[in-house]
């Protein structure tokens, strides 16, 4: 057995990815950190520096007949990964698509709301997307959402949305606060470029959540906010450890 122990967490951390290091399902590591869950609410986005309790390693023993065959399951593997791909709010539905996930390729189409999803390793971290048809990509940094009470966790969600370029350094500067005024435009609140809490949910709801979306393609306003690069250039993405659950990472193309 081995004693528990404080974890202190790494960029592109998650519970399920911790959980998998140290041989716990990822329930139980979360139930075990109930300051944390309080506190992050979600179990896919931690911040650098946040602690997890490893609990103790306690053995189990099982009494199964010696002349018979038994299997097995391990308990949270694989864990989920959600991605919703959408243009103008209006999803890519039954799009095709190639992921790559820590080299292992997944081919499919997207779903009528534009979602993926595909059982992948927990401890995954890089991963890349392409719509060949429509002719986008992007890279894929699993694990590197950070919390939406964070400005670079704001700063995120708006470049996965398409409404921010460059890096996110986690600063309330002038390009951040640009992209929130193009944010909030385009989803009928006050253009302020603050970040008050009616912003924050509306950032909750359109990037880590299924949010109400046009249907049809051809409803995308001619007149949508551009951001001028296609889309970012890598998304920072979560991955979903129990199918109950549905947190979604979003990758928005805002360019015709």
């Known amino acids: 057995m081995r004693p528990g122990f404080d974890y202190e967490v790494q960029p592109g951390d998650c519970i399920s990815s911790i959980a998998e290091q140290y041989g716990f399902y990822w329930r139980t590591l979360w139930d075990a950190n109930a300051q944390l869950k309080s506190l992050r609410k979600n179990p896919n986005v931690l911040f650098p520096g946040d602690i997890v309790k490893i609990p103790d390693q306690v053995e189990k023993n099982l009494s199964r007949a010696a002349d018979q065959p038994h299997t097995f399951v391990k308990k949270g593997s694989p864990a989920k990964f959600r991605l919703i791909v959408e243009r103008h709010n209006v999803p890519l539905a039954n799009r095709r698509y190639i992921l790559e996930i820590d080299g292992k390729v997944f081919e499919g189409r997207?779903?009528?709301?534009?979602l993926l999803e595909?059982?992948?390793?927990?401890?995954?971290?890089t991963g890349h997307l392409r719509l060949p048809d429509d002719q986008l990509?992007?890279?894929?940094?699993l694990g590197h959402l950070d919390p939406l009470a964070e400005v670079k966790g704001v700063q995120q969600r708006l470049q996965n949305l398409g409404f921010l370029e460059g890096e996110p350094d986690g600063e309330m500067n002038d390009d951040t606060r640009d992209a929130l005024m193009y944010f909030q435009s385009s989803v009928n609140l006050p253009p302020t470029g603050d970040l008050d809490d009616a912003t924050r949910d509306k950032l909750?709801?359109?990037?880590?959540?299924?949010?109400p979306q046009r249907t049809e393609e051809s409803e995308a306003p001619a007149d949508a906010a551009n951001s001028g690069?296609?889309?970012?250039?890598?998304i920072a993405a979560q991955t979903d450890p129990a199918e109950d659950e549905a947190e979604m990472a979003r990758f928005t193309s805002l360019d015709d």
């Open 229 to 234: 690069s296609g889309g970012p250039e890598e």
């Open 137 to 141: 990509e992007c890279a894929l940094a």
């Open 204 to 211: 909750l709801q359109m990037q880590d959540e299924v949010h």
């Open 110 to 114: 997207t779903d009528g709301k534009g």
């Open 118 to 125: 595909v059982g992948i390793n927990p401890a995954a971290s």
